[in-house]
């Protein structure tokens, strides 16, 4: 158990709708990062938060929007949901998200939300 | 950009030694991890290498060679549980961002 939750587990919606999914970071992690994991395209990093902010960005759909909140949880927004969306998304936390300098930047990786779009 | 390159499968026996290799092509480059993912679940970090040489955790052990943008992981005296796939990532920007390899499944048989 890594010490970040993610809820749901498992999503099932239609094709144009929106849904949000949740993270929980580890206890005194203060960076969440947002993964996404298909078949075709492997784990790719959609975007990272820093103690509410914004920090960087990565492959995420415009339909796609995430935030922080300041209790450091962070919930990520998927919209207009197409069949493609279907896919694994994990959450992740570190200490600092300043670079793999030490071990607090370790990321440490949620369970993860299987999202099936019909 | 940045790419990663790494064998997408490979197969053992338990009890042998089996060598993972990583190549990169990245516009930054700050380290090296590798993760362990086992069918359904979330990639678990195994290991880091920021500087050349061997790191060595238990069965374990990561290597780079940031002259020729390359690293492996090793995994000695294979046990069943090992089968899953492994990913190398690196982290090439200051704000941790992972960029992932395609991963190797890793078949370990009796």
């Known amino acids: 158990d890594s010490g970040v939750t993610q809820t749901p587990k498992h999503l099932i919606t239609a094709t144009g709708q929106r849904v949000t999914l949740r993270c929980s970071p580890r206890?005194?992690?203060?960076?969440v990062y947002w993964y996404q994991q298909s078949l075709d395209q492997g784990l790719q990093f959609l975007i990272q938060?820093?103690?509410?902010?914004?920090?960087a960005k990565g492959n995420i759909l415009e339909r796609f929007s995430a935030q922080q909140f300041p209790d450091l949880h962070s919930e990520l927004n998927l919209s207009s949901l197409e069949l493609g969306d279907s896919a694994l998304y994990f959450c992740a936390s570190s200490g600092s998200g300043q670079g793999l300098s030490s071990s607090t930047d370790t990321q440490y990786f949620g369970p993860g939300t299987r999202l099936t779009v019909l | 950009g940045q790419s990663l390159e790494q064998p997408s499968e490979v197969t053992a026996v338990e009890g042998a030694i089996v060598q993972i290799n990583c190549t990169y092509q990245t516009s930054g480059f700050y380290g090296l991890s590798w993760y362990q993912q086992h069918d359904g679940g979330a990639p678990t970090f195994l290991s880091y290498?920021?500087?050349?040489g061997l790191e060595e955790t238990g069965r374990f052990s990561s290597f780079l060679s940031r002259s020729d943008s390359y690293g492996y992981l090793l995994l000695q005296e294979l046990q069943m549980k090992d089968s899953a796939s492994y990913f190398c990532?690196?982290?090439?920007?200051?704000?941790?961002?992972?960029?992932f390899g395609g991963g190797t499944r890793l078949m370990v048989k009796p």
């Open positions: 290498n920021a500087l050349d």
């Open positions: 938060y820093y103690n509410g902010e914004e920090r």
């Open positions: 206890s005194g992690d203060l960076s």
């Open positions: 990532a690196v982290d090439g920007t200051a704000g941790n961002m992972l960029t």
